[in-house]
């Protein structure tokens, strides 16, 4: 029998403190859930995480720019240094498959003011 997986098992408390202190130093960043088979609870030890960023703006368009600029400048998956490959992804309302996720089975880990 599999053991029960838990939400630390997918994304220990490690893994979202670096998430939260990475995100805390990104200007523009406004939150990040993580979506995909970590969230689900059905990752393998190698899997990948899955992180969906919310950029500041008052506009998906000044949104998508933000992600684009800042993507490009400081916002890498490089600088966040994790035990399993990082895959980033810009959340924007228009999206036709992120945002779906993050709103299905997303996990907020990290926005802007909250105190943890």
């Not at 029998?1 to 960043?29: C, G, K, L, S």
């Not at 995909?36 to 899997?47: F, I, V």
């Not at 998956?77 to 895959?87: F, G, M, Q, T």
Request: aromatic letters at 10%; glycine letters at 6%; a negative charge.
């Amino acid at each position: 029998m599999d053991p029960i997986m838990t939400f630390e098992d997918a994304v220990p408390a490690a893994w979202r403190f670096r998430i939260r202190e990475w995100a805390a130093h990104q200007p523009r960043v406004a939150a990040v859930y993580v979506f995909g088979s970590r969230a689900k609870l059905k990752h393998h030890p190698d899997s990948d995480i899955d992180l969906a960023v919310m950029m500041d703006g008052s506009s998906v368009g000044e949104q998508g720019a933000n992600w684009m600029f800042r993507h490009d400048d400081a916002l890498s998956s490089d600088e966040l240094v994790l035990p399993v490959r990082v895959d980033m992804w810009p959340a924007l309302e228009s999206d036709e498959k992120v945002m779906p996720a993050v709103r299905e089975h997303g996990r907020l880990l990290y926005e802007r003011g909250a105190s943890y």
